[in-house]
């Protein structure tokens, strides 16, 4: 089946820029995702990015996209506290029937 | 808008005996799917609806495992009998096209 993969941990101090590392291996991903997801809650939708473009910003959140590569990364500009979270990249497969498929998510831990 | 709602939050049951879960998606998402979460990993789609239809079952164990739509609004998710390794969080998604799918808060299943 298909693969994504991430690290499974960082650990930045406040005020400090995150970045959080993806790779895929469908090459037919039509979109791709990152979701936070929160100590018992579920998970919160982030941003994503369409499979023709390589950057996409929202307020302190970049994502890069390297199609060739199949390399996806999300950037959190100063990281708070209340960035401390698992993020879930996703790939949105059009052979797939537009399932989701998850990495196993990047634990996020910031340092006061 | 109201989000995507699950209940219950939390179920014990013992392994052989069966449960169910229920999901009301946001109004208007003709698209419904149900997830399983293992701890530690991301999740995995188990069923994908299209208003009252199976778009995708293809990660459903069905001989223990059923879930239906029936007016295309509400799900639920039956297992029967349960097993220790069904334990695990049982999220609901809904989506309105296939960009975005917006998840419920889970319900968490533990099987002893």
């Known amino acids: 089946g298909e693969d994504v993969e991430q690290s499974l941990f960082l650990s930045v101090r406040e005020g400090d820029s995150s970045v959080i590392n993806c790779t895929y291996t469908?090459?037919?991903?039509?979109?791709l995702y990152w979701y936070k997801q929160e100590p018992g809650a579920g998970l919160q939708l982030l941003t994503y990015?369409?499979?023709?473009?390589d950057m996409k910003q929202d307020q302190r959140l970049t994502v890069l996209l390297n199609k060739k590569d199949k390399h996806l990364s999300l950037r959190i500009a100063d990281t708070q506290t209340g960035d401390s979270a698992i993020y879930f990249c996703?790939?949105?497969?059009?052979?797939?029937?537009?399932?989701?498929?998850f990495g196993g998510g990047t634990r996020l831990m910031v340092k006061p | 808008e109201a989000g995507v709602a699950q209940s219950p939050r939390y179920k014990i049951i013992e392994k052989r005996q069966s449960v169910a879960f229920w999901c009301n998606p946001i109004?208007?998402?003709?698209?419904l799917y149900w997830y399983q979460q293992i701890l530690g990993q991301g999740p995995k789609l188990l069923i994908q609806?299209?208003?009252?239809?199976?778009?995708?079952d293809s990660q459903l164990p069905k001989d223990r495992f059923s879930a239906e739509r029936l007016k295309g609004v509400d799900s639920t998710l039956k297992i029967q009998p349960a097993k220790l390794e069904d334990s695990a969080v049982y999220l609901c998604?809904?989506?309105?096209?296939?960009?975005?799918?917006?998840f419920g808060p889970g319900t968490r299943l533990t099987v002893t």
């Open positions: 996703a790939e949105n497969s059009r052979d797939a029937g537009n399932m989701l498929t």
């Open positions: 998604a809904s989506s309105f096209g296939r960009r975005e799918q917006y």
């Open positions: 109004s208007g998402h003709a698209t």
């Open positions: 990015i369409f499979s023709n473009m």
């Open positions: 469908d090459s037919s991903s039509t979109y």
């Open positions: 609806f299209q208003n009252n239809g199976v778009v995708d």
